[in-house]
Nanobody
Framework: QVQLVESGGGLVHPGGSLRLSCTAS????????MYWFRQAPGRGLERVSS????????EYTNSVSGRFTISRDNNKNTLYLQMDSLKSEDTAVYYC????????RGKGTLVTVSS
């Protein structure tokens, strides 16, 4: 079955950086478009970014464009999210997912941006 395991979250100061990872199994990672979602405290699920199967194209929500970079290593079945210039409003649980609605997602990793 599909398994997605996120890691790399933690506490970081505003302006800092984090790199999230998501290891995938149970499906053919190399042909799947992959997504990052987040859910801030008291708010709904928000799609942050997605990347094509080959990694050649990606998209970002406006609030993270220019600060976050999505990438993937198809040899390692791993998805990444490099997050730079973090802001307090980036505080959320971050999930990787294999569908555009975020239904099939991992358990998430918590990112807290605070001074």
């Amino acid at each position: 079955q599909v398994q997605l395991v996120e890691s790399g979250g933690g506490l970081v100061h505003p302006g800092g950086s984090l790199r999230l990872s998501c290891t995938a199994s149970g499906f053919i990672f190399q042909i799947a478009r992959m997504y990052w979602f987040r859910q801030a405290p008291g708010r709904g699920l928000e799609r942050v970014s997605s990347i094509s199967p080959g990694g050649g194209s990606s998209e970002y929500t406006n609030s993270v464009s220019g600060r976050f970079t999505i990438s993937r290593d198809n040899n390692k079945n791993t998805l990444y999210l490099q997050m730079d210039s973090l802001k307090s409003e980036d505080t959320a649980v971050y999930y990787c997912a294999i569908d555009e609605r975020g239904v099939r997602r991992g358990k998430g990793t918590l990112v807290t941006v605070s001074s």
